[in-house]
């Protein structure tokens, strides 16, 4: 039987996958316009806050930050790894590492939303896009940033959440036992 924390562990890993993954989802069909995107150029932008914030659809074929441009198949097969990758991940995991679950959540929710994309995202013409829906546009400091979606915040965020974890400590709270370190003594003998 599953203790209480374990349980309540995992059932944060599931609402931060569902959610992460459901958001990213939503974003997209209200924000991302495909009617505007010619072969994954970015569309006309609607300003949001001019000079740093705008909505402007763009289809990235490539990855983060447009690397491996036109290489879908790599791409998945990539993203697959990844997923399988967090999966292992969180077998490993004990329900004292609630924060872990929670990052490993995000990162699983975003790259299901990307993963999608790839793989099932039409073109208004009834074809494969092949491509990520991107739409949101920063201009910071007057470079203007690449053009990212929500999955890209939710990896990005739960992948801070997993250095974190690991930087400092091993339950993610920063703090070891006296029996953890008992354990990792007696381990090192």
């Known amino acids: 039987m599953m203790k209480k924390s374990h349980l309540r562990a995992k059932i944060a890993f599931l609402i931060a996958a569902v959610l992460s993954a459901a958001i990213d989802l939503a974003t997209k069909s209200i924000f991302f316009d495909p009617a505007c995107v010619d072969g994954g150029k970015a569309a006309p932008q609607n300003v949001i806050i001019d000079?740093?914030?705008?909505?402007?659809?763009?289809?990235?074929e490539g990855g983060v930050f447009g690397i491996l441009q036109g290489s879908?198949?790599?791409?998945?097969?990539?993203?697959a790894l990844a997923l399988a990758a967090v999966v292992l991940m969180l077998l490993r995991l004990d329900g004292r590492q609630k924060w872990m679950h929670i990052a490993l959540g995000l990162v699983l929710g975003?790259?299901?939303g990307n993963l999608y994309d790839r793989i099932f995202f039409l073109k208004p013409d009834g074809s494969?896009?092949?491509?990520?829906?991107?739409?949101?546009?920063f201009v910071?400091?007057?470079?203007?940033?690449?053009?990212f979606n929500a999955?890209?915040?939710?990896?990005?965020?739960?992948?801070?959440l997993i250095f974190l974890s690991v930087l400092f400590g091993p339950y993610g709270h920063g703090k070891q036992t006296k029996a953890d370190v008992s354990k990792a003594k007696?381990?090192?003998r």
């Open 110 to 112: 975003g790259a299901i």
């Open 51 to 60: 000079g740093f914030f705008y909505i402007r659809s763009a289809g990235n």
């Open 72 to 79: 879908t198949w790599t791409l998945v097969i990539l993203a």
């Open 128 to 137: 494969h896009a092949h491509y990520v829906r991107d739409f949101l546009d």
């Open 186 to 188: 007696g381990a090192a």
């Open 151 to 160: 999955a890209d915040v939710f990896i990005c965020v739960g992948a801070a």
């Open 140 to 147: 910071i400091f007057g470079w203007d940033y690449p053009i």
